[in-house]
């Protein structure tokens, strides 16, 4: 198996809709994760909750100096270790998307990283490590060497839910 | 000789309208220092998928000293309308 695509987790959205209690995965909580994995990983979007794909696991994890085992939190993945400062808005009215948006790329500066395909957000509740999106780099290992990996989102717009089409 | 009885011939050109030069796909490098005397030198080539590797290197050497990696991210769109 290998990545193929970005995206989302519906069985963690679910969970965060749903008001599961302290185990939600807030997307704009900074003491999440994110973490970077090889082509020998499978996304597995359709995974259910907590299931085999939905939650971080470190069998197809890339990481190395700079960048730990199980990620960087995202209090700490933009320049100088600051905060992607994440949020959720509503943006449009035709359509109407929820729109997840960083305030800041990220950049994690002084990394040796070898053969990363994709990179996912996760929460870090214990127990309860729900993926909730991925961030596909297009079918190539990127590498670096006592180097910056960054991640540049257009417009900042990390992912989008279109709630109402064109009318 | 070619097919079409020139030598050298560039069969994309019949093939497409729009021809591009080196193909859709080619990869596109910049390079330079990263201070016009004193600083290191670097080459950025940006790939097929839209995403920079930047070498970097000792002066006078060869590149690869350091390398970074920025992915150019498109933004993940889901839909429930």
Redesign the interface.
Known sequence: MAWANSGLYPATIINSLSGAGSNLAAWNTTTNNVFLTSNSDSTLYAAALGGTGNIYVATYEVSGTGWAAGGVAISAAAAGATSLAPTLTVTGTSPVLLSYNVGANLSVATTTLTGAYGMYFYSTTASHLYKWLGIYFGGTGYSTVAGTFAVTWSGLVVATINCAANT | MSLTGEPGFDLDKLRSIGHLKGGRTMSRSTSGREHPESGLPYKTTR?E???D??E?GKAGSGL??????????????????
């Open positions: 790939d998928l839209g995403n590797v930047t970097h690869s000293e350091r390398q970074d990696v920025g992915i150019n991210a498109e933004t993940v769109r889901g839909e429930m309308g």
